[in-house]
C-alpha cells in the first residue's frame, strides 16, 4: 500500500506515522528526517539543507525529488510506503506520479490531516523529540512519564531548531503558498481523504487506520 500523509506543519504526520508504519508494515519516509539527519553528519547534502530547514524555508525541488527517488528504489519499499512530508509543490507531486508510474505502481491513498493555525504554532513550539529513536512528544498534549526523558528508550528530549514561533509562522506561510495547492490535485485524481488533526492522537489514528482498510 502505497500512502502519502499531507496537512501543515504540527497536524500530527510524523506522530501518526509512528504507528501507521507499524500496523501496515511498511517503511515511514520523511523527507524531514532524511535532511535533519544529513545535517547532524554534515554531508554535502546536509550542509545545502540547512540553508533553508534552518530558515523554516522549503529545500530546492530537485534536491527533494532526488532523494525520494533513490529512497523509493529501495527493496524494503516493495510491499508499500508512508511518505510523509513529501510532496510539498506541484512539481513534487508530479514528480513522484513519474517515479511511481515507472514501478508500474500508484498511490493509494492521500491523508490530510486539517488543524486550525493557532493550534499548529501550539503544538509546534511545545513538541520535543528523543534524540536516540526520534519518538515525539509534547510538553503539554503528549508529555513523557519522567520531563524529558524519552518513555521508549530513556534517550534524551530536544526542541527542533526550526520550532521557535517566528521559524513556524515562516513554515506555516510557505504551506499555504507551496503546498496547500497540492490540496485540489489530489481533490481532482479522487484519492484525497481527509481527517480531522484535532482530536485525540488515538482517535485520529483509528480513523486513518479505517481509511487505509477501506472500511470508512
Ligand atoms: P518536516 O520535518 O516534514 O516538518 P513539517 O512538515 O513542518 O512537519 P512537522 O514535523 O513539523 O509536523 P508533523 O505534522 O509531523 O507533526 P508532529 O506529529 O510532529 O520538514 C522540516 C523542514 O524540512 C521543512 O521546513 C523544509 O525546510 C524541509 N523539507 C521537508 N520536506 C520537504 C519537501 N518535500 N520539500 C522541500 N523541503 C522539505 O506533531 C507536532 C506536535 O503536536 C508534537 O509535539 C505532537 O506530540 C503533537 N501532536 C500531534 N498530534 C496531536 C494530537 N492529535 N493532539 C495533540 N497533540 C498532538
Ligand atoms: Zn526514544
Not at 37 to 47: R, S, V
Not at 98 to 103: A, L
Not at 114 to 128: F, I
Not at 199 to 210: L, P, Y
Amino acid at each position: 500500500m502505497n500512502v502519502i500523509f499531507m496537512g501543515p506543519p504540527g497536524a500530527g504526520k510524523g506522530t501518526q506515522a509512528e504507528s501507521i508504519v507499524n500496523e501496515f508494515q511498511i517503511p515511514h519516509i520523511s523527507t524531514g528526517d532524511a535532511f535533519r539527519l544529513a545535517m547532524k553528519q554534515e554531508t554535502p547534502l546536509g550542509l545545502e539543507a540547512k540553508k533553508y530547514v534552518d530558515q523554516g524555508l522549503l529545500v530546492p525541488d530537485e534536491i527533494t525529488i532526488g532523494i525520494v527517488k533513490e529512497r523509493l528504489q529501495q527493496p524494503d519499499c516493495v510491499p508499500g510506503f508512508l511518505l510523509d512530508g513529501f510532496p510539498r509543490t506541484i512539481s513534487q507531486a508530479e514528480a513522484l506520479d513519474e517515479i511511481v508510474q515507472g514501478m508500474g505502481r500508484n498511490i493509494d491513498h492521500v491523508i490530510n490531516l486539517s488543524v486550525d493555525r493557532n493550534l499548529l504554532l501550539a503544538r509546534l513550539t511545545g513538541r520535543r523529540i528523543c534524540r536516540a529513536c526520534g519518538a515525539t512528544y509534547h510538553i503539554l498534549f503528549n508529555p513523557p512519564a519522567t520531563e524529558n526523558v524519552c518513555d521508549k528508550c530513556s534517550g534524551e528530549l530536544y526542541q527542533r531548531s526550526d520550532d521557535t514561533e517566528e521559524k513556524v509562522g515562516t513554515r506555516l506561510d510557505e504551506y499555504m503558498n507551496k503546498t496547500a495547492p497540492l490540496l485540489s490535485y489530489y481533490r481532482d485524481k479522487g484519492n484525497l481523504r481527509e481527517v480531522n488533526g484535532e482530536q485525540e492522537i488515538n482517535t485520529v489514528t483509528a480513523q486513518i487506520s479505517s481509511l487505509l482498510r477501506g472500511q470508512a
